[in-house]
């Protein structure tokens, strides 16, 4: 028995577009330390429209938007800004507590465009979790590339296959892009307790068995499945170390449950005083921000 548990993503629909959920599941609320898991689109934008996502704080993660097509630009309240294009890594540590915005620049806004990415989280390792915020950019070109026969991947965070990528981890983890052809036989890192493939496009045989594109398949420690793409697909490769059990409400993630309760109070406050000298501030030339959910 190869397979812990097989997830397929639930529509959410994020107002102008929709994305399937795929972590965290009833049944499966973590892989390593890949708390969320969603694929946004493929979205049609046409002229005139795009994505607003207005300021809004995270605590206690990182996270990673990795784009196949379209872009985005991120605002940061470190005073980072930053477009991210397909097969860039964006790599955002909220730590203590970090607020940002992402949006469609005035370009793609006037000409349209499709949005294609997976937006994911990781959890902080408890000692790490209020770590000081930070943003790097990493370029498609400073990823690290591993092929193999039929298959290319590119390590977007972790090490995996004797390589590592630039992206700041604070636990053992992988994450790859992965593009087949036909018939490619698919690796997965021997050396990580959790592990799962998602299947973006195409087909894959796991073991014998089809299964087709908008599904998680994840694995039982120790496994060793035979992954084979069945057509020209593409898959994102992930997993890490066990991570101890996370609460998430909204954009807030803790260990302690008494932590969000906390971020909660200080957004609303910080939203009362303007964000002036507050625990959050807003972005640069950000004016907005996003409400505290109701309950």
């Keep these: 028995m190869t397979v812990s548990i097989i997830i397929e993503p639930r ?17 499966r609320r973590q892989v390593g330390p890949f708390i969320f898991f969603d694929e946004m689109g493929p979205a049609e ?10 300021p809004h704080p995270h605590i206690g993660l990182a996270t990673v938007t990795y784009l196949f097509d379209g872009e985005l630009r991120h605002r940061d309240n470190l005073g980072f ?6 097969g860039d890594v964006n790599w955002m540590i909220a730590g203590r507590g970090i607020v940002h915005s992402e949006r469609t620049d005035d370009a793609p806004r006037e000409n349209g465009q499709t949005m294609h990415g997976i937006q994911s989280w990781f959890a902080l390792p408890e000692e790490d979790e209020e770590t000081a915020p930070e943003f790097h950019h990493h ?5 690290p590339v591993i092929e193999r026969p039929g298959l290319k991947m590119r390590l977007i965070a972790g090490s995996a296959f ?35 493939v998602y ?39 992930l997993g890490g170390a066990p991570m101890s059990k996370r609460h998430i409400w909204w954009n807030l993630v803790s260990s302690r449950p008494e932590r969000i309760e906390q971020a909660k109070a200080d957004w609303t406050s910080s939203a009362s005083q303007n964000f002036q000298g507050t625990v959050f501030t807003l972005p640069p030339d950000e004016t907005e921000h996003i409400p505290l959910p109701s309950e």
């Design 81 to 86: 800004d930053q477009v991210i294009r397909p």
């Design 162 to 196: 004797g390589e590592t990528s630039p992206a700041k981890c604070f636990s053992p983890m992988f994450y790859l892009g992965a593009e087949a052809d036909a018939d490619a036989a698919i690796p997965l890192p021997e050396d990580y307790e959790e592990r799962a």
């Design 11 to 27: 529509t959410r629909d994020l107002g102008g577009f929709t994305v399937g959920r795929v972590l965290p599941y009833a049944k």
């Design 199 to 237: 299947i973006l496009s195409g087909a894959v045989s796991v073991d014998g068995v089809r299964h087709d594109h908008g599904r998680m398949i994840v694995f039982e420690p120790g496994a060793a499945p035979e992954i084979t793409a069945l057509e020209k697909s593409r898959l994102m490769l």
């Design 139 to 143: 370029p498609k070109a400073s990823l």
């Design 45 to 54: 934008f046409k002229p005139g429209t795009g994505i607003d996502v207005r």
